[in-house]
């Protein structure tokens, strides 16, 4: 029997962002409950605050976690390499005054919270799982 193709499964694709920068954007149309990224099953790294802090104010490898981290209390989480940003990771919050349409379960995998059209972007409340440092 032969693995899978590489698409199967895929349900989103990053693209250009009216919100901000890169988006994700649905390939097909998702229904609500969905588990969007139901291939990305890589371990989230869970690094100390405190050396994300210590790094230079606005270097490149401190934009990588301000960016891309999850922050919980002590901890950032992040990809085991910034060299492997699943898709999952560009999400954007949506623009004021509008809803997200996809939220973190308590694991991080990321559900439709409605149906999703295709070429819709998803969107996800960052409050909802991480707290920005002040």
């Known amino acids: 029997m032969n693995p899978p193709a590489p698409h ?14 890169v988006g994700v954007f ?7 409950g969905t588990d969007v990224f139901p291939n ?3 371990e989230i790294v869970w690094v100390d605050a405190a050396l994300v802090d210590a790094l230079p104010e606005g270097s ?11 922050r919980r ?11 492997l940003l699943g898709t999952g990771w560009y ?8 809803a997200a ?10 559900r439709a919270l409605r149906d999703i059209a295709a070429g819709e972007e998803l969107t996800v409340d960052y409050a909802t799982f991480s707290v920005r440092p002040v």
């Open 8 to 21: 199967t499964g895929v349900l989103t694709r990053l693209g250009v962002s009216s919100v901000h920068g």
């Open 26 to 32: 649905a390939i097909h149309p998702i229904e609500a």
């Open 40 to 42: 990305d099953r890589r």
């Open 60 to 70: 490149p490898e401190r934009l990588f976690y301000v960016d891309f981290g999850i």
């Open 73 to 83: 209390g002590d901890r950032i989480g992040c990809p085991p390499s910034f060299e």
């Open 91 to 98: 999400l954007n919050q949506p623009t004021p005054g509008m």
């Open 101 to 110: 349409n996809v939220a973190a379960g308590e694991g991080y995998e990321m």
